[in-house]
């Protein structure tokens, strides 16, 4: 409905007039409502027509050019339906400069259905945007004019069959495209960098990013068959220094360790075990387990002896396994001797022979106490 309810937020119809040479220009206005301007805060404030010669003279200039708001609508459509109406009437006039309106104005397809740019035309638009950059308040502007309601896609939900079909597209994508920073070094700013790392490192926390996707896996994996140096494998070992997991992370590298190898599962009745889950089920440090599978130790001994005076030292004597307070108690060593002799690096014979030594002759131990 055409009304002339300026003071309200409705789509618009305006007529611009250079004074220079009294020219003149109808134009619509719809946009005005998404950020919710009334006509009176839009035109010649916030909007400077869409015409191309005149928008940046007005905009500079406002005092060379005269304009009037013709009316406000209900809706877009109607305000095209004015517009398409009086420009039928006025584009032979050489009064008005409004010829760019057709055919677009009236076409109910897009002009430019159907048709594609040339390699030359595509290059030349890529060299033109390159390295331009929009301002925050363009920023902002852009977010505002697509978020919520406004975003084409908003209440749209994708059935499994689209979503197949995505999917699909991104990975044939792959195939024949190589990564924009192959080759190169020094591509993000240390700012960037800073900011990257944050967030990889919040999604480690969260338990996000745990699972690879199933296309970076075995062979299409970009490390397959592939080595790191000695010099990248030290910088990895470095970044990892004090790093902490979560549980779920932990829990997937502890059953990822018996899918690598059989060397370092451990069998307890039946069931499969890493170290420190074994350790974990005998409530044993992995300290005290490591220690006397050096000194020779069985597995079951190490079950037999998990508790053993705390964490018990064993010896190898006479190609038997012994704990230390048994070989104390049997050849009757007493404790300061042992840890005497064993500084001075006596083996376990010349301990023996240096009992007997002492037992036979009582008042030289008396002499030298």
Known sequence: MKTKDFDKVKPYCYILTRKADGKKYLGVRWA????????KEDFGIEYFTSHKTLKKTFKKNPKNFKFSLIATFSNSNEA?????????????DPNWINIQAFPAIINSFPTFKGKKHTEETKRKMSIASTGKKASKETLKKLSLLFSGKNNPNYGNKWTPKIKEKISKGIKKSFDSRETWNKGKSNVYTKKALKKMSKTQKQKWKNGEDTKMPPVFRGK????????HTAETRKKIAIGNTNKKFTKQIRNNMSIGQFKRS?????????????IKNFCKEL????????????QGLSLKQIIKTAHYHGQTKF???KNKIISVPEFLDKYNISHINWHRWSK???????MLERRKFLNKNPSYFNRHK
């Open 80 to 92: 095209r339906e004015y517009e398409v109406k009086r420009n039928q009437k006025i584009i032979k």
């Open 315 to 317: 010896i190898n004597f």
């Open 32 to 39: 005005n409502i998404k950020f919710k301007r009334t006509p």
């Open 220 to 227: 299409d994996h970009h490390m397959f068959g592939k080595k």
């Open 344 to 350: 001075k690096g006596f083996t376990y014979d010349q």
């Open 262 to 274: 059989d060397k370092d599962v451990l069998t307890l009745k039946g069931k499969k075990y890493n």
């Open 283 to 294: 409530d044993v440090s992995t300290f005290i387990y490591n220690d006397r599978k050096k």
